[in-house]
């Protein structure tokens, strides 16, 4: 069986006739021949000789027309790429109100009583039902075939304009895809109406895919001299079908637009042009375009919970526009990322995560995307209005944004730390500067409102908070006598307040609220620090450490408040604990 469409104007024009493609399916063994003759088979020219010939891309408004790749497989023969309900959503979309009166009703309201279909070479079984909505026959045939819903669509919009057709005929639903309605004849009456339409139509896409011993005059991966018109005295174009969509398009509608139909994408082509041989044709001109303009790019697909993002977010016309570069998932497939001009949409399992320009995703992209420290999108970003600030969770940790403290990024151990400290509800609050790191990328301090977050190879990510923070920076930090946190600060309730110490690799700090934080170093902080442990606490350091020099012997005490800790010269420090 082959297709031979008239050439014709848009078919949004409600004036034109309604286009035919294809002949019927019994009269496939006997057209053969009369078929390889009238569409002129190509060359068969291999892919490295096309560089001889290369084709011709035409620049439109909607992007680069290419005759060899009108839509890519994978976009293509995507069957599940919408649900029923989403193809509802869509028709919805399109009619906002149906002018139908004794006619049949608009697409987004039409219903029909659907056949079961056994599975055959092309297609799986397809169930019917009483009064099904065209929507679910859309999704349904498209996933029993392999063939995109979407492209279903477009193929009903360029036959027959029904999805934006407020008041269509009966006979726009009984050919709504063209299948089996030849050029030279009418269309096949045993094929009529809309599920034997967009069924048959779907089922001969595969066809051309798959059936090669039938379909092998105009392969994929060769160049062939394409008609631009019906009429063969308007010549050819040589194309290099790049994919098997593409040929399958060109065997539904055999030829190819020529300059005037590219000139004006909603135009009439030589039409226009009283002057002129009418040499236009506009099938696969209009199937390319109404693709374009409905769902984006005809060579990157937008599916799964991305597209739900996609949609939801306003789809094509919304917030994040037209698709710029393929989905990307990670290898267990629970986290996807998407490119668009308006941002990233991205997935978590069933979660679409939206990422539109701004400081966030910036900062996500300069850490090299999903394939830096940051991670894959694990959330949506936090936004709260009580302090102006936006928080996003990476599967590698976060970006923070503040008002006052700018955008940051918080990644690795630091970020398991602030995740230990509630993020920005905890006392770290908010990140004032990005992490400062040795060149290992083994030991980082990073500041926050409420102090400091560590990550270190040995003693692992700590928060260092409140007064003990400003202790700690005023002894230098990590490149002071303290040296890093080992532990995460410790505190009780005392008459007063609260109390609190940490551990450092060169000591200790204490924070009392009647004593004062207290910074325990050297000799006298690893005695402190071997008492505490041992669970036989000599209590809060009341003072600083006091130093005298005798003789050129240095002696130093410290007290607290259950005794005191004195070490003299190099000796080892002595703990004195007070007589009660």
Known sequence: MNEHPVSSPPAQAPDQGRRRRQRPLGLLVALLVAVGTAIVPGSGATVAEAAKDPNTITKTPLGNFDPGNLITDEVFFTGSALSAGQVQAFLKSKVAKCAATDGPKCLKDFTTTTKSVPKNAYCKAYKGAKNEKASAIIAKVGKACGVSPKVLLVLLQKEQSLV????PTQRQYDFATGFACPDDGGCNPENAGFFNQVYGAARQFQRYAVAKDVYSWRP?????????????????????????????????????????????????????????????SFGNRNFWRGFTEWFGSTSIAVTGTVQKAWLANGGL?????KQTKSQVCSKNGRYCVQTFAGGTLASNKTTGIAMPKGAVRTAWVKQ???????????????????????????????????????????SGGIAKAWKASKTRNGALKMPRANAKCTKAGTRCTQKFQGGYATAHSKYGNRAVVGKIATRWAKAKLNKGSLGWPTKNQKCSKVKGGKACYQYFSGGAIASHPRYGTRALTGKIG????????????????????KCTTKKGVKTCTQKFTKGKITYKGKGAAKVVRSKR
């Not at 394409?226 to 969509?245: F, M, R």
């Not at 976060?398 to 700018?406: I, L």
């Not at 690893?526 to 450490?545: D, L, M, Y």
């Open 368 to 410: 090299k995307s999903q394939k830096g420290a940051l991670g894959w999108p694990a959330a949506a970003v936090s936004c709260r209005k009580k302090d102006d600030t936006c928080v996003q969770r990476f599967t590698g940790g976060y970006v923070a944004q503040g008002r006052s403290t700018g955008t940051r990024v918080v």
């Open 164 to 167: 934006t057709s407020t008041a």
């Open 220 to 280: 994929a991966g060769k160049v062939h001299e394409i008609q631009y018109h019906p009429n063969t005295s308007c010549g050819t174009q040589t194309v290099l079908i790049k994919n098997k969509a593409t040929a399958g398009l060109y065997y539904y509608t055999p030829y190819v637009p020529n300059a005037a139909a590219l000139k004006d994408l909603n135009g009439n082509g030589d039409l226009s042009n009283k002057n002129t041989p009418n040499c236009s």
């Open 526 to 545: 690893k005695a402190w620090v071997k008492t505490q442990k041992a669970g036989k606490s000599i209590g809060w350091p009341t003072g600083g450490r």
């Open 317 to 321: 016309d919304g917030t994040f526009g």
